[in-house]
């Protein structure tokens, strides 16, 4: 079975702050890819991030990274110095064989608070 | 705007009626998805298209829910008739192919059963 699991329901920080949102996945698929969403209020989810089980180098990406880590089935989504534009509805999401299909986690609310 | 173009952005019926939505994806994407968002969850997944074709509608509830991708472009979701569980926020997304490709996702319809 595959499952993604969000553990941090709600999360609120100071505008500058750091923030990590994190996110484990589980799949007996030896591929697969692992994808970060936005939702802000007006509804679209907002690809930001796909990678492969095969490619497990971080990524920084101006204010965004991701840490992959295969030994922990982790996937974490960081931002730094959060920005009020940054609040808004982060989903992990698990693709595996060959069909596309996203399983999605709950999702993190993160609200940057002035 | 959202690239993937939905309508209408909101519904608001009475069970036991008829409703549909309408999703144009991107020009030259063959994959299109249906996904159903409950408040506070992730997106599932009802119906995949490849094209024409149905590759996935095992989540789809068929004996009220049916979905058409007539010519491969443009595709609508209709749902006869309707139950107050069906509240909830109805995306469209599409990409080039089921290679695992980023899905671009429309605004959605958000539908209200009263």
């Known amino acids: 079975a595959q499952k993604v699991t969000q553990a941090q329901t709600e999360i609120s920080v100071v505008e500058k702050e750091d923030v990590t949102l994190d996110c484990v996945y589980e799949t007996r698929d030896t591929t697969y890819y692992l994808f970060w969403y936005k939702q802000p209020p007006s509804g679209e989810l907002v690809f930001l991030i796909r990678?492969?089980?095969?490619?497990?180098q971080n990524e920084i990406s101006g204010r965004y990274s991701w840490n992959f880590q295969k030994s922990t089935s982790s996937f974490n989504f960081t931002i730094t110095a959060s920005q009020v534009v940054d609040s808004a509805v982060y989903f992990c999401?698990?693709?595996?064989?060959?069909?596309?299909?996203?399983?999605f986690g709950q999702g993190t609310t993160l609200q940057v608070k002035p | 705007e959202a690239e993937v173009a939905q309508s209408p952005r909101y519904k608001i019926t009475e069970k036991s009626q008829a409703v549909a939505f309408w999703c144009d994806p991107i020009s030259g994407h063959a994959t299109l998805y249906w996904y159903r968002q409950i408040l506070g969850q992730g997106p599932e997944l009802l119906v995949q298209f490849q094209d024409e074709s149905v590759v996935d509608d095992s989540q789809l509830p068929k004996d009220r829910f049916s979905a058409e991708r007539l010519k491969g472009v443009d595709s609508t979701l209709k749902i006869q008739p309707a139950e107050l569980g069906d509240s909830a926020m109805y995306l469209c997304?599409?990409?080039?192919?089921?290679?695992?490709?980023?899905?671009?996702f429309g605004d959605g319809t958000r539908l209200s059963i009263l």
């Open positions: 997304a599409s990409s080039l192919d089921r290679s695992n490709q980023p899905q671009h």
């Open positions: 990678r492969n089980s095969f490619d497990e």
């Open positions: 999401a698990l693709s595996a064989g060959n069909t596309g299909k996203l399983i």
